[in-house]
RNA sequence: GGCCCUAUCGUCUAACGGUUAGGACGGAGGCUUCUCAAGCCUCAAAUCAGGGUUCGAUUCCCUGUAGGGUCACCA
């Protein structure tokens, strides 16, 4: 039985593709993965005057950078079905289960003839794999319109009619339709399809629990990109947005997701949505990323002056991963001071910043940087030879003896300019022999004055 | 407003009707330390309210309240 298992995501592709959208995809997806079975995506555009092809783009793109990858050959677009639409409603007319109804009261842009269905006004149950049984008196409802003309059918009719013509066992999409079910079940009665199992997941809320719109900030998935999210991240932080396995580790790569997903244990209530904790996923996943895949994902955001090639950005990387929570940030990290601001330039600090606090005198500092100075001049220049580890070889022992604070600060400082930097060791390499001896020069001529 | 759905720390959530109501994010404090960060440890923080059912309700039922969805010739 679980072969038989067929989802679908059908997106319209009137915006670009929304976080909340990949989620009720990636549901999707997970579902029929976790059940052996099929997962297509269907282009939803019988709505002209709004879809486009950058947003149909933009859509498909997305997926295929998440690697939520469908079934389906080749992209199935509702637009070009108008055929098969128009041979069911066709049906449906001459069965009389529909008519053309002469509008009174037309609206701008309306038609004066359209499709209604024969509402036989019942009350229809459908179960739902994630609220149980669900009842709606359809009465309400009215006679509906289904098409506005036999070319134009609206979604629900083109929905209802592609959804059986392909075969889809689970309709799985966002709770907004929940009340759109009753109607779309009375269309399958009258073109003869067999009901789908449905699941209604709960919707992502914004922090207000208002619905999650641009005036929250980020919604389309390629925002998130843009501002450097991983795909593993993004995955794994919607899998676990009205989800949850039951265990305590949350961690999961796609793979894990499918082998443990449990469309049951899906909640029932709106879940809102938190910067913060996709946040945590994606520092998490920045600290598993290779050297490599680091590199790779830092490229587009790395200042002009500096090459994700060289041996300079090379020694950086350790404090980049610790650093960064998206990998946009790089582009301003070396910008400001107290980050890695001092790697392009030097701040001209005021020399008292040279001074530990705990033993603030010049003399010391002076007389502790000339030392530095020398045991530094000793060190090979090379990328071999001048490295954190060989410099920190060089002034351990020396720094033991006269207080870590007394000698460590004052180079810290000069190498940098900042108050908050990284260790002075790794500073040194990073700019290299011939700076890191510039700017040691300056602080000391800092101190005489 | 009608109809429908929902309700556990601020947030995401765990708990076959029996737990000191657990974990994670965020927050606070501490340890470590030449700064910052990271890391490690500790702490604060919740069962919407009222009625039932039951020996016993976070869990089942009802009512209220609150939030969300939907009421298009959009999807």
Known sequence: MSNHIITRFAPSPTGNLHIGSVRTALFNYLFSKSNDGKYLLRIDDTDKTRSTKAYEDNIVNGFKSLGLNWDNPKLIRQSERTAVYKKYLQKLLDENKAFISKENDVKEGDRAEVIRLKNPNKKVTFSDLIRNEVEFDTTELGDFVIAKSLEEPIYHFASVVDDFEMGITHVIRAEEHLSNTPRQILIQEAIGANRPIYAHIPMILAPDRSKLSKRHGATALTDYFEKGYLQEAIINYLAFLGWNPGGERELYSLEELIKT????????????????????????????????????????????????????????????????????????????????????????????????????????AHKHILFVKEAIENIQDSDDTFTAETIKNALWKYAEENGKGDVLWPLRVALTGQEKSPDPFTSATILGKQESLKRIDLALAKLNC
């Open 261 to 364: 997903f449990d469309m049951t244990k899906v909640q029932k209530a709106a879940a809102i949505f938190n910067i913060e904790k996709l946040d945590w996923f994606n520092r998490e996943y920045i600290t598993k990323l290779s050297d490599k895949d680091f590199i790779e994902h830092s490229k587009s955001f790395i200042p002009e002056w500096l090459s994700a090639d060289s041996p300079q950005f090379k020694k950086l990387l350790p404090l980049l991963k610790e650093k960064i929570t998206v990998f946009s940030e790089i582009k301003t990290i070396f910008e400001n001071v107290n980050e890695l601001g001092f790697v392009q330039k030097l701040n001209n600090f005021a020399p008292d910043l040279l001074l530990w606090k705990k033993n603030p005198s010049r003399e010391v």
